[in-house]
């Protein structure tokens, strides 16, 4: 009984910190939104408090850590690729619009 | 520790669980193909239209962006502390959890209805150019999304109110649950790109 109840506070103090860091990385991008020079410094750490957020909300929030791994695979690779292609398309955005152009 | 957090599964055991019913992953990964695809428009636009995307955010009011995600984060972390206290066999703490969730998504659509009324007292509207044309899709979109999750959760706090879920059964809870992170993820996401990167 006393491991079940100190489990439990585990998860809730888990929960917990997982949402300090979430409002944390989300005042920071704040941040750099109002004081940041546009570069791709900025769009790296950008990308990268992006792929964090999702990875904690799909890991803890959804619980799917340890879920099936086809579940858990397509909601990580979505936060993996979408910052990807954040970063691509600051980087070569002329070579994106040659493959677009109808 | 770890062999007992994450045991390990022997050879030939079913796969690991599923949070929630399988229709509602079904759905949810419907909904972030739906967003993927509006994702994709954002930056097929931006690429095209490089100084229209790199001025547009400066125009956008981003204290209400990042209060709104603040909100949603925290709203998220009620439903999660919901759950929890459900498996504690504590449904007055759940349906007070919750209720915080609702207080959340309520509070969100009424920011972004100011924030919306505050834009068009700016000029800024779905004309006004390409980047506030793809804001206001995706936005509005994501909107929706917010209001009938809400209700979802209203709905969900009434069975958990009346005991029809419980510490051992409450799939309806978990699904309502998983399906209010993916709007959280979907708003996660068009933060930095509508209102933070240029």
Known sequence: ?102 | MNAITHPARPFGAKPRKIPGSLAIWAAILAEMSEFAVMFIVYFLAKVHNPEIFAEGPLKLNTTAGTVNTLIMLTSSFFVVRGVIALRNNNSVACSRWLWGAVICGGSYLVIKYFEYRWNTAQGLETETNIFYGVYYYITFNHFLHVGWGSAAIVWVIYRVNTGIYTKNEHEGLLNIAVYWHMIDLAWITIFPLLYVIR
Not at chain 1, 14 to 34: D, G, H, R
Not at chain 1, 74 to 98: A, D, G, S
């Open chain 1, 1 to 102: 009984m006393k491991i079940s109840i100190n489990k439990k506070m585990t998860h809730i103090q888990l929960i917990n910190t997982f949402w300090v860091i979430l409002i944390s990385l989300t005042l920071f991008s704040a941040y750099m939104a109002e004081q940041a020079k546009p570069g791709l410094t900025s769009i790296l750490i950008m990308s990268l408090v992006l792929a964090i957020k999702g990875r904690i909300i799909v890991d803890h929030f959804m619980e799917l850590k340890d879920a099936h791994v086809v579940l858990r695979t397509l909601m990580r690779v979505y936060f993996y690729v979408i910052p990807t292609l954040i970063i691509l398309v600051y980087l070569f955005p002329e070579q994106i619009v040659k493959w677009t152009v109808l």
